[in-house]
């Protein structure tokens, strides 16, 4: 496990003091830090395999390639 940096916070948006602790971060995949204005997921997809569709309604998405590209419709 590792603690979320403060750096990857701001990154989100997120506003917080600079001594803030806001968790720490779970190894593997799936749901890895929650907040209390933020879920961070993280998913590793195969060449072509795709999410079944649905919604965030309300909330802001936001994604961050690592390797390949992504095509996400709205």
């Known amino acids: 496990?590792?603690?979320?940096?403060?750096?990857?916070?701001?990154?989100l948006g997120i506003t917080l003091n600079a001594n803030?602790?806001?968790g720490t971060v779970k190894e593997?995949?799936?749901?890895i830090l929650?907040?209390?204005q933020f879920t961070v997921v993280k998913k590793a997809l195969?060449?072509?395999?795709?999410l079944k569709r649905h919604n965030h309604e309300g909330e802001?998405?936001?994604?961050?390639?690592?390797?390949?590209?992504i095509s996400v419709l709205l």
């Open 60 to 69: 802001s998405v936001i994604f961050t390639v690592l390797n390949g590209k």
């Open 28 to 31: 593997g995949f799936g749901n």
């Open 1 to 11: 496990m590792k603690k979320f940096m403060l750096g990857m916070a701001l990154g």
């Open 20 to 22: 803030a602790d806001i």
């Open 34 to 36: 929650q907040g209390n």
């Open 46 to 50: 195969k060449k072509g395999e795709q």
